[in-house]
Antibody, heavy 123, light 110 residues
């Protein structure tokens, strides 16, 4: 059974660093890509970045300078770090598993999502 | 970045057909592969995959959901609409990074 669960602080001060952990079960992070997606309160979804099953990463260019995504394969965990947080970084942060590739063309849809962690940036 | 445009709200009656559209600022298809996907999100919940590659029903999703389209114009159809379908619906493209989502369409009851 595929599960993803995010954990991290609910409150972060402006200019500080956000650290969120995604712990997965039912699949290996060395077999499937994992992405981070965020959602400001009452607004839409924004793709943050991804870590490929091979370990390399891809980041949203709008956030790239502040982002780091890594993993611990022994614990089947993926980590998101975002620095220099501002109030507009407030929102729910989700990790999501990529679907299986069957066409030979990278498809990158998200077939399983964690429940998300709501992060508020405020002093 | 590829911009996806959705109408913010769609009002429907139970038992009727709902057609939700998504228009991309450039083609999201490669050969015959349409890199557009659809998600449902209910308040307080995470998004749920409904349709991948424009027309493929995700596992466990009822057959009253269907998707179509190619190039820049895509449609999610719900027929017939049930009370449990009242939610927000998002399209997402994976033609090029950064992968982007539409602004979402809230399905409401008339």
């Amino acid at each position: 059974q595929v599960r993803l669960k995010e954990s991290g602080p609910r409150l972060v001060q402006p200019s500080q660093t956000l650290s969120v952990t995604c712990t997965v079960s039912g699949f290996s992070v060395t077999s499937y890509h994992v992405s981070w997606v965020r959602q400001p309160p009452g607004k839409g979804l924004e793709w943050v970045g991804a870590i490929w099953k091979g370990g390399s990463t891809d980041y949203n260019s709008a956030l790239k300078s502040r982002l780091s995504i890594s993993r611990d394969t022994s614990k089947n965990q993926v980590f998101l770090k975002m620095n220099s947080l501002q109030t507009d970084d407030t929102g729910t942060y989700y990790c999501a598993k990529h679907g299986i590739e069957t066409t030979g063309i990278p498809t990158h849809y998200f077939d399983y999502w964690g429940q998300g962690v709501m992060v508020t940036v405020s002093s | 970045d590829i911009v996806l445009t959705q109408s913010p709200v769609l009002a429907v009656s139970l038992g009727q057909r709902a057609t939700i559209s998504c228009r991309a600022s450039q083609s999201v298809s490669i050969s015959s592969i349409n890199l557009m996907h659809w998600y449902q999100q209910k308040p307080g919940q995470q998004p749920k995959l409904l349709i991948y590659r424009a027309s493929n029903l995700a596992s466990g999703i009822p057959a009253r959901f269907s998707g179509s389209g190619s190039g820049t114009d895509f449609t999610l159809t719900i027929d017939p609409v049930q009370a449990d379908d009242i939610a927000a619906y998002y399209c997402q493209q994976s033609r090029e990074s950064p992968w982007t989502f539409g602004g979402g369409t809230k399905l409401e009851l008339k």
